[in-house]
């Protein structure tokens, strides 16, 4: 009896394992074949440990720079970047883990996700200073950048972006907190970068 149950084991084991290998290489080879299929369209630049996907449109003017809400791919402000791009310079990117950016851990705070902003603008040597242009929860991270660099800051347009008092709200951590939405954030992540009560770098949840 012994000796059957420890058979049956070791076979499941295996078929798990077999079943995870099997999953993991159809994952793969779907992810290889959607870049073939659908490439990027702009840059992939290199932020620290990982890369993310930038799309810029040179033209005259200053340079406008779209932070979209939360759980929203970049492509769905083409036609608005290509609008602006008749009459300033334009760039969309995708946060880690939408589009075409290579995914990080969760837990990453309001103030990482701005300054990895920074680091790509300046990396891919966008020129400044910018107009962000924010999309709901992409408000909170555009003001803590000009916060942080506001030499880098020409102006801010928020679009349906919350006051930063709202996220001391439960419904909207509960909100954000939803798969598709923000299931990419930590509720570290939540918190606003509210500068009169110093939580943009340092509070967490």
Known sequence: ?????????????LSGVALLTVGYIYEKAAEWKDKRVHPALGRIVAVGDHKLHLFYKESVGPTVVIEQGAGEPSRLW???QDKIAEFASVCTYDRAGYGWSEPV?????????????????????????????AHSYGGFIVRCFARDHP?????????DTPEEA???RREVLNFYSRPGVGSLMSPSSYWPPVSRLKMCRSYRI
Do not use: C, K
């Open 1 to 13: 009896m012994t000796s059957n149950w420890q058979w049956d084991l070791g076979i499941a084991l």
């Open 78 to 80: 083409w036609p608005v």
């Open 166 to 168: 709202a996220f001391f």
């Open 105 to 133: 851990p969760a837990g990453r705070t309001i103030a990482e996700r701005a300054e990895e902003l920074h680091i790509l603008l300046t990396t891919a040597r966008i020129p400044g200073p910018y107009i962000l242009v």
């Open 151 to 159: 030499d880098q800051t020409a102006g801010l347009v928020l679009v």
